[in-house]
């Protein structure tokens, strides 16, 4: 196939997915088109640094990063997304060098200097330096510490640098992005170069989900003050859903100019049947059973019936300020694979796929806790 892919759109959604159907069912063909998969993607890492390139020619072997990055950077989220499904690929093949590959971008990032302990969003993998100092919990940063802190509950809780790298990241992303606007909402600014820039992505959203799954391991007694915050970043988000016409949040939204949790720009008013709220409200409800997140997601499947339903499937809208809908005629892959998911395990007993046991991939494709006795990776790669 003499076709470009992306390297982290394929590990999410295909290796994850393969993965997870693997487990689910048992059937060997999946594992064994994972590490097929999980093979091909190998030449990406192919750099002076080992920072896999974004894209990669599948016949060629041939790789490179997004014209449009940052000085030829590599992207945070791109390459901090791996670490899950390459740590299963070494499981299940018995070969420690996917293992190696993810562990090595740990080292990488170890040396270098954080800005404030902050993790800029473009990382060149030729020099092994970042690009420009822009930092972000939404894209192009989000699911790099989403897998930080994963990495340590599917490792049974042994891995523990990762677990050092989630609570120091999250201690930074606290003092540097985290604020309340003058209506009281908790939001997360972008960092750009050490100027904040007060908006919030939709895929932001995911934290509040996040720092409540981490909540419980925090260090020196935080989970208090942890589950707060989390309770928090759920109840912005709401908001930016409560104050559209249609009650779907906008893809970015505002903190500035007398507007609070609101699109300010044309290009940033559409819904495009995003999780990451969905999926805030799927992790509160678990770890607080608090009837409003089951009422809030209530609202989301009302909306999503209401506006984004069409005669083939659902579709996106192009202004969530406005009556009636502007569809964009597209049903994107992670609605099925993500929003449904988290609205029905919102809607489950918590013992359909409970936290001890299995650990969703940033595509919300489950994957079983790898349990402290197989250890002979993590042995190998010491």
């Known amino acids: 196939m003499n076709a470009e892919i992306s390297v982290f759109e394929v590990n999410i959604r295909f290796v994850g997915g393969l993965l997870s159907a693997y487990y689910l069912s048992g059937k060997e063909v ?27 020619n599948l016949k060629s072997g041939i790789g490179r990063n997004w014209p449009w990055a940052s000085g ?43 800005p404030q302990g902050l993790y800029p969003n473009y990382l060149n993998p030729n020099s092994g330096q970042w690009g420009q100092h822009h930092v972000s919990v939404g894209g192009l940063g989000d699911s790099f510490y989403e897998y930080l802190l994963k990495a340590w509950l599917m490792s049974d809780k042994t891995d523990e640098e990762g677990k050092k790298l989630y609570y120091d990241a999250l201690q ?42 981490g909540a419980d391991g925090g260090p020196d007694d935080k989970t208090g003050h942890q589950m707060e915050l989390a309770a928090e970043i759920a109840r912005t988000c709401h908001e930016s859903y409560a104050r559209t016409s249609m009650k779907l949040g906008p893809e970015a ?14 290009n940033e008013k559409y819904f495009i049947l995003r999780p990451e709220v969905i999926e ?16 809030w997601g209530w609202e989301a499947v009302q909306a999503l019936e209401k506006y984004c339903r069409v005669e083939g499937g659902y579709s996106g809208v192009r202004d969530v300020y406005a009556n009636t809908p502007n ?12 929003t449904l998911k988290y609205l029905y395990l919102l809607f489950s007993d918590d013992d359909h796929l409970p936290f001890e046991h299995w650990v969703f991939n940033t595509e919300a494709h489950p994957l079983p806790v790898i349990k402290k006795q197989n250890v002979e990776i993590a042995n190998h790669l010491k």
């Open 172 to 213: 930074a992303i606290e003092k540097n992005l985290i604020r309340k606007s003058s209506g009281g909402l908790t939001y997360i600014a972008e960092w750009k170069g050490g100027l904040l820039e007060h908006k919030m992505g939709h895929l932001t959203c995911f934290a509040g989900g996040m720092i409540a799954l």
């Open 280 to 295: 805030t409200y799927m992790y509160m409800w678990r770890f607080t059973h608090d009837p409003k997140y089951r009422q």
């Open 72 to 114: 030829g950077s590599s992207i945070l989220a791109e390459y901090g997304t791996l670490h899950l499904e390459f740590m299963h690929l070494s499981e299940l093949s018995g070969r420690p060098d996917f293992a190696e590959k993810v562990m090595n971008i740990r080292k990488v990032l170890n040396r270098l200097d954080k």
């Open 253 to 266: 939204f505002r903190f500035d100019g007398g507007v609070e949790a609101i699109a300010t720009r044309q």
């Open 30 to 56: 999946f594992r064994r088109k994972a590490v097929e998969l999980g093979e091909k993607l190998l030449p990406a890492f192919k750099t002076p640094t080992g920072i896999p390139w974004a894209l990669l």
């Open 327 to 338: 569809h964009d005629d597209v049903q994107q892959s992670f609605y099925l694979a993500e």
